[in-house]
């Protein structure tokens, strides 16, 4: 179940839960369990998301961390403007192969066109897998 902020646009929040996330969240298995502009919570399982050598895909971090920075810009953003992911970079600290990783994105920057979040992957234990910063650019949506 994901929570958000109480003052968010309920047109925002309904978009929202029926994207999941977009497709390829959806076919990942991302879970959001919180999200706001300021901090975000979701989850991925490790199984389904491997790479031939059975550790977790380094792309998948990034799906992880791109998915959750844009849902946070997005609500920044509000319900009559669009985020749109224009720089990502990420490091990878330590591999995993099974369970689930734990992402965390907090905002380093919330400007009017411009957002930067930092979103940490982490396993069940605690360990930091991976860290990500992404940029996302606010513009209005087109009708």
């Known amino acids: 179940m994901t929570t958000f902020p109480p003052d968010m646009d309920p047109a925002l929040v309904a978009r929202l839960i029926e994207t999941g ?8 298995g991302i879970e959001f ?60 600290s330590k591999s995993i ?5 734990v992402a965390t994105c907090e905002a380093l920057v919330l400007g009017r066109t411009l957002t930067t979040h930092q979103i940490t992957m982490r396993d069940e234990a605690g360990n930091l897998l991976s860290t990500v910063r992404m940029t996302n650019f606010i513009r209005e949506m087109k009708a």
């Open 97 to 101: 192969t099974e369970g689930y990783v």
């Open 33 to 92: 369990l919180e999200l706001s502009a300021e901090r975000s919570v979701a989850r991925m399982p490790v199984e389904g998301n491997r790479q031939v050598v059975g550790l977790l895909h380094g792309g998948a971090h990034v799906v992880l961390a791109e998915s959750l920075g844009s849902m946070s810009a997005a609500i920044h953003g509000g319900g009559d403007r669009i985020a749109v992911g224009i720089e990502i970079n990420a490091t990878h």
């Open 21 to 28: 996330g977009g497709e390829l969240a959806k076919k990942m």
